[in-house]
């Protein structure tokens, strides 16, 4: 079977429409109406049920589409060890990132990959950590480069790469009877616990997401319950709101940048999240992907003063 018919039957089950899998393949909805009818005669099972406009895969069904992912993961494989074999610099990789400080470490290290692998596609995909998560499970990423509350326990091959403390970032004019918080650029905070600003609102990243999960363990530790402002994803949005004194906010060590309004605080028990990387299964890596990682990891020691894991 032509290697693109795996690749139809992939998008059709995540689809679960062959409308909206036709318009994702720019196919016709009658080349896959026609495709999926020839391979349910030549098998003899039906691969799905058919539900009100929804496709709903049947046992027959689910055990194919494993055998295609199957198929392709190999055919990547095999293409990856022979592309390092032969330490060629042409290829492709679907990479996952995070939409802050992920594009941000992408603008700095892809000019020097591109410089290095100038015939090499990567092909990014921005989200926060579980739906990126959720892409490599199901073998649409090739890697993630995520941020984790926890490692352990997630059904996936991962890698740490560093880890990150959290500092709370108050108003100045909250701050008045509380040790002088720095302004930001080093790590020389004072200390101050969550309960000293318990009066105060919070501005706190969306649910769903690591770092809020750490927001929320944070407050459950110090039997908080925090009245919050708003929820946002963007750091420097938080630290903006944050300096027109509209409440407090707790962000990573590295996104607390030099403000004469904001002043940051060590809580008294070390918080911290990993930056790692996620790998699909059975990933391997080339020659580009090593480096791609490589140049990952400089910028987080480098650039953004991560601490290096053991």
């Known amino acids: 079977m032509d290697m693109k018919y795996f690749l139809y039957f992939l998008e059709i089950t995540r689809a679960k429409n ?9 196919v016709s909805q ?11 005669a030549e098998l ?41 074999l032969e330490t060629c610099k042409v290829g492709s ?12 470490m992408f603008s700095c290290i892809y000019p020097i990959f591109q410089r290095d692998y100038p015939n090499y596609t990567l092909k990014l995909f921005e989200d926060t950590t579980f739906p990126l998560m959720a892409m490599v499970r199901q073998k649409e990423l090739d890697l993630a480069i995520l941020a984790f509350n926890r490692m352990d326990g997630i059904p996936l091959r991962c890698e740490a790469i560093c880890e990150e403390r959290f ?14 918080g720095a302004e930001g650029g080093g790590p020389g905070f004072p200390v101050a616990g969550l309960g000293q600003f318990s009066s105060r609102r ?3 990243s969306r649910r769903g997401t690591a770092i809020r ?35 407090v906010s707790i962000v990573p060590l590295s996104c607390a940048r030099p403000s004469p309004q904001v002043r940051y605080f060590f809580p008294p028990r070390p918080w911290s999240w990993k930056i790692g990387v996620a790998y699909r299964s059975h990933f391997v890596h080339s ?17 953004r003063g991560a601490s290096p894991l053991p």
């Open 213 to 247: 999960e750490i927001q929320d363990e944070m407050f459950a530790a110090n039997g908080i319950e925090p009245s919050i402002l708003c929820e946002i994803n963007n750091f420097d949005a938080a630290l903006r709101l944050v300096a027109e004194g509209l409440g």
């Open 93 to 104: 990789m679907a990479v996952g990132i995070t939409p802050q400080w992920g594009c941000e």
């Open 44 to 84: 003899g099972v039906k691969l799905f049920l058919r539900r009100h406009n929804t496709l709903l895969l049947t046992p027959a069904g689910q055990r194919y589409f494993e055998a295609c992912q199957d198929i392709l993961d190999r055919k990547n494989c095999l293409y990856q060890e022979l592309a390092s």
């Open 287 to 303: 020659a580009a992907s090593a480096y791609l990682l490589e140049l990952v990891k400089l910028y987080f020691h480098e650039q």
């Open 18 to 26: 062959l409308s909206r899998a036709a318009e994702r393949l720019y």
């Open 167 to 180: 500092v709370l970032a108050a108003p100045a004019a909250f701050c008045g009877r509380l040790p002088g």
């Open 202 to 204: 919070f501005i706190l």
């Open 30 to 40: 009658s080349a896959l109406s026609q495709f999926l009818a020839r391979e349910e």
